[in-house]
Nanobody, 122 residues
């Protein structure tokens, strides 16, 4: 059974950092592009970063560009999202998702994790 599990969320002060982890199992992780998304209550799920299956391509939403960095380790079936200089507006539930195609729309992703809460507050 395919599964993605996020971890690493928590409470952090503005300007702080967190690293989210997305661990995949039950499917061929290394052939899937990975996307990171976030959602706050009452708003649509927002795509914030994605990485190709072999890691040679990556993209970021303007809201996180220069502060967040996506990476992956296919040997460990794991993807990461390093988040620096966090802002109050980054507060959300963060999800990772996997899809065979790079650049898919949100509703096209095949597998989703359960999400991890990130709260940025002083």
């Amino acid at each position: 059974q395919a599964q993605l599990v996020e971890s690493g969320g928590g409470l952090v002060q503005p300007g702080g950092s967190l690293r989210l982890t997305c661990a995949g199992s039950g499917f061929d992780f290394e052939v899937y592009a990975i996307g990171w998304f976030r959602q706050v209550p009452g708003k649509l799920r927002e795509a914030i970063s994605l990485i190709s299956s072999n890691g040679d391509m990556a993209d970021y939403a303007n809201s996180v560009k220069g502060r967040f960095a996506i990476s992956r380790d296919n040997a460990k079936s794991t993807a990461y999202l390093q988040m620096n200089d966090l802002k109050v507006d980054d507060t959300a539930i963060y999800y990772c998702a996997a899809d065979l195609h790079y650049g898919s729309f949100v509703d096209e992703y095949d597998y989703w994790g359960q999400g991890t809460q990130v709260t940025v507050s002083s």
